[in-house]
C-alpha cells in the first residue's frame, strides 16, 4: 500500500514537472487544476483497474500533454499576438503607410546628395519598419475576416506572411551584402516574394470585399495588393530602360507613392471599424 | 462583449461535445466533467487533463461555458475546486450540434443504414 501510494505521488510529481512544458500563461491559469485532477485520476484508476490500468492512464496522459502543449504553444502564437495586434493593427498599418509615402518622396522626389550606400541603407529600413508595420495590418485584417472561411483566410494570410518574411530577409541580406548589383537569382527570389506577398493579399482582399469587413474601406486590401502586383511588374520593364531611370519616372513614383497610400487607408479602415462586429450578421 | 457566431462554432469536436454534454444538467468541476463523460460513455471516452483544460480555456473564450463564481463548501468538496458551468449561449450551441446531429441520423436511418446496427445493438453486438 505504501509503495502504490509512493508511486502516485512520484507520478503526481512528475506530472507537475512536465506541466511547464505548456506556454507560461496557460500553465498559470490552469496548471493547479490540471495537477489535482491528475492525482484524482490515477487514484482512482488505480483502485478500479490496478498497475496497468494506471501505467495506460499515465501514458495516455503524458502523450496527451505533449500533444496539447504543442497546440498550447501554437495558440499562444496565433492568438495572443494577434489580440493585441488586433487593436494596435489599424494605427500600425496606417503609420507603415505613412512611413513609405514620406520615404519614398523624399528619396525620389527630393533626391538627397547622398551616395548609394546610405540610400540602400535607408531604404532597408524603410523596408523593414514598414514591413512590420505593415504585418500587423494583415495580422489584424486576418482577425477581421469572416470565420466561415477559416481554410482560404489562413492559406491567403500564410502566403502573404512567407511573401513578407522573405522580402524582409532579403532586404536584410541587401543590408548586410550592401551591394548595388543583384544577380538574376536574387532577382528572382525578391520578385517572387513580392508576388507571393501581393498575391497573399489579394487573397485576403477578395474575401474581405465579399464580407464588407471593413465597411466602405473594404476596397483597400484589394487596392494594396492590386497596386503592388503593378509595381512589380512596371519596375522590371522600367529597369530596362536603363539605370537612374527608375527614380525619374513619374508612373513608377505615382505607384509607390498610391502604394503606401493604399496602406494608409487600409490602416484607417482597420481604425475606424474596430469596433464592429467581427463577423457579417447572417439573415434570420 | 459579443457572441461568436453560433453557426460558425458547429461542427463541435467529440470532446467539446462530450463536456458540454456533462454540464447540461449541472455544473462541474474539471474531475467531475471527466467522470461523468466516462461513466455515460461507458469508458469509451476518457479524456485527460490537456484535452480537458485545453477544451475549457477555449468554451469559455467562446463564451459557452462560465466559471461558477460560489465556492464548494470546504466540509464537502475542495474549495479550491473550479466550477463550470454552461451559459445560454452555450445551450443553444448544444442544442443546435445535438439537432445537427440527429438530423445525420435520420439521414442514415432514412438509409437503412441503422436497422441492423439497432439490432445488433439490442443483442448486444452478437
Known sequence: MRATSKLLTLAGRVYRLLLYVYPTPFRREYGFDMAQVFRADTHDTLQECGMAGLIGLCFLTFTDLLKTAFAEHIWEVFHMPMEKLQRLSGPAAAIGGSVWVSSIIWIFGFEPRVNWEILVSILVVVFLLSGLLMGMGLGGLYRRLPTGSHPAKRLTFGLSLLGLVLYNAASIAL????????????????????????????????????????????????AVSALGLLFIIVVPKTGEAGQGSLAQSLPVLALLALYGISWLLLGVGLWSTHEEPLVRERPA | MTEPDLESLLPLSPSVFHILLALADEERHGYGIMQEIRLRTDGQVRLVPGTLYGAIKRLLAQQLIEEVDARPDPAIDDERRRYYRLTDFGQRVLRAEAARLASLVRQADAKQLLSGWSQSLATGGE
Not at chain 1, 551591394?179 to 474575401?207: Q, V
Open chain 1, 175 to 222: 543590408f548586410l551584402t550592401m551591394t548595388s548589383r543583384l544577380d538574376e537569382f536574387s532577382l528572382i527570389a525578391i520578385f517572387g516574394s513580392f508576388f507571393a506577398y501581393f498575391l497573399g493579399i489579394a487573397g485576403m482582399g477578395i474575401i474581405a470585399m465579399s464580407g464588407r469587413v471593413l465597411g466602405r474601406w473594404s476596397f483597400t486590401p484589394l
